[in-house]
């Protein structure tokens, strides 16, 4: 068998030690290049000049993003861990593997295997070798401590992580709704039930349907105009999203640590905060918040997230990961979402660019296995006629095969009102019209999670 090359990237002692070993006559491998830095690896990996990528685990610039370049050169990573880089962390990076202290033959086991294995399906999946820790299980990477997380947060001792739903609300452009049904539709998820609690009543156990809190986490993946944080009236304006992505970017991204950036507003919705200036859409890479969703799972029963309008990823760019994509946010939502909310503007302008945006929905570049839920918004005769809701209705059954659309009616001065009290229309106006269709469409987001 041909030596496996190797890419050295080792800081310290540790450099010459490791380059001697792997590079032993019976190794099985061989040291190509040995790189001073991030940089120098990226160039080595993309240039083809090594299968595998030996690390320091503290490494500057090895983050999420370092460690998916190396991956689609076709390069595996093994990252050397010690205090300053644990085990957990490396593998939130992506790596292949972890030799956990440095130990000559645990290294070159490290490297043989790592070529031997079919290419891991994703960063952080279950099948990630640990070397050095025979037996140990990868910790879960749950709270030390619960300070930042609110009551509804805690994690059941010794129970599974939580795995709540994400939904991905998104829509053409021309300010369909997407933000009010965001909110709206998240506010009406925290307030349902989603099944029935045992409780005991007159000395005999019986089930009965109860009300279950749940929590609700709005995230504003917004990239052209973010607004979440002002329609709540929130004046802190740092954006939490764009902090978590950080954090998962290196690695860091830990229970608590999304639980402070995403502080419990009114309505008891947790929120992460939009970027405040669109320039600053490449703060919010899709590789991190791929994970910022992932770990999301486990803080609330539902992520609802507030897409930006458009959904083009760059063709030039696509063979090349690293390289930012505009959209990459809302990409990654869609992607993870089990359910993705489509929403339109329910006037001839907002219909047609529906039945478009569906389309291209059906021809984004990355996979949507989420259900879609239509919503035609502000459904209003002055804008479509009499008989407005049957009119939409029709419209969409032709155009776009749409039978199952779900009408929110208009109401400008309820929204305007919830809007100048920073609250939801469920707070601010229980019962009408508008927030009973928030309702029921919660209901069938809810029905349409998969089980
Ligand atoms: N059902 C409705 N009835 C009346 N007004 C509505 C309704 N839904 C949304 N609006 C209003 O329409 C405006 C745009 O809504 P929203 O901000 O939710 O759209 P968007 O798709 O998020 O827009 P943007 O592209 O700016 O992100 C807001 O002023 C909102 O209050
Ligand atoms: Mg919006």
Partial sequence: ??????????????????????????????????????????????????????????LPGLDREAVGRLHAAGVRVVALGDEAAPTARLHALGVDAVVERYDEALLIAAVRDVTAEPAAAGAGGPDHLVLGRPGQEIDDDLPAGEDALGPDDAVADGGPPRRGSVVAV?????????????????????GLSRGRRRRRGRGRREDAPQPVRESVLVVDADTYGASVAARLGLLDDAPGLAAAARAAAHGS??????????????ARLRVLTGI???????????????????RARELAD????????????????????????????????????????????ADPVGV???????EDLREVPVPVAGERVVVANRVRASAVGARPEAAVREALTRYAGVDDVHVV?????????????????????????????????????????PA
Wanted: proline share 6%; aromatic share 2%.
């Fill in 352 to 358: 047609q660019r529906l039945v478009r945006g569906l």
């Fill in 409 to 449: 009616p208009d109401d400008a001065a309820g929204l305007d009102a919830a809007l100048l009290a920073g609250r939801t229309l469920a707070e601010e106006a229980p019962g009408s019209p508008v927030s009973v269709a928030f309702e029921v469409l919660a209901r069938r987001v809810r029905a349409a999670v």
């Fill in 1 to 58: 068998m041909a030596a496996v090359t190797v890419l050295c990237a080792v800081r310290g002692a540790a450099e010459t030690d490791a380059v001697v070993a792997l590079g032993a006559p019976g190794s099985g491998a061989t040291v190509t290049r040995r790189c001073g830095d991030v940089t120098e690896l990226l160039a080595a990996a993309a240039a083809g000049a090594g299968a595998v990528a030996l690390v320091s685990g503290d």
């Fill in 302 to 345: 539902w992520t609802v997230v507030d897409c930006g309008p458009l959904l083009e990823a760059d063709e030039l760019l696509m063979y090349d990961t690293h390289a930012p994509q505009r959209n990459g946010a809302t990409l990654a939502a869609l992607q993870a979402a089990d359910v993705v909310v489509v929403v339109g503007a």
């Fill in 253 to 266: 991204l830990d229970l608590p640590t999304l639980a402070r950036h995403s502080p419990v507003v009114g």
């Fill in 276 to 294: 405040t200036r669109a320039a600053r859409w490449p703060e919010l890479p899709a590789s991190a918040i791929e994970v910022v969703l992932e």
């Fill in 170 to 190: 998104w829509g053409p452009v021309g300010a369909p709704g997407r933000t009010t049904t965001t909110l709206e539709l998240a506010a009406a998820l925290g």
